[in-house]
């Protein structure tokens, strides 16, 4: 277990601690309500799910539930944004039919450490790709490579198209039509370095086992995720969705 990952579980366990206290004063009733809902509150915000969503906050039970509030929110998703660090310009919302278009929308050209050429998408795809960021591909970086992540590269997002498949193309249409959806093709290191899935997914070092890290993680912030075990159209890829019904491949 290395020193981070040591202190990770403490500050975990101490988190639990915290929340169990909370859920118990909840239990209790309007008692337990008050206590969250005070402004001085002593549990802290990222175990408050009264509290909005901090991009940056430890990750608990509480984030996924403070997630989809943001998630639902323009207000709040944007203000996670930018409050994070995040640059993610505010454009009007682009209405192409009922299959294509994208609702709150934006220009994307910084997460919350790294960088990632501009791209149009939405709010909701941004927030999951900035959880990701900060809460799997840094620490994933550092853990195996011994550096940051200073660049996402990615090869789209908004694309009013069909969904393609192995066989050919669907009738159903794409994710990225709506934006919902963005590919992710390989990251820029700190130290110069840049990595991409089409030619480090199947090397032998440690970069693999970081795309590999990066890849998995993935599915906790998107609900579909998929990447080059699935198939030949995603082998220099990841095709990262958050509407859908929970698939990892
Ligand atoms: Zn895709």
Redesign the pocket.
Known sequence: MTQNSGRRRYLYLAASFVFRIAVVAILLGGGGWALLAHPKTPVPSHWNPLRDLSVKAPVTPVTKYQLNRALADEMQCRSALSDAGARFEAMDDLVVDQNCGITVRGLLSQLVTSRIDAVETSCKTTLRLAMWEHHVVQPAARDFLGTGVEKLRHAGSYNCRRMRTAQGQSSRW???ATAD???IVGVELADGRALSLLSDWSSAGPEAAFLRQIGQGACDWFRVV?GPEYNRLHAD?F???GPGWGFCR
């Open positions: 794409s994710s990225h959806s963005i590919d998929l890829h095709h990262l969705q």
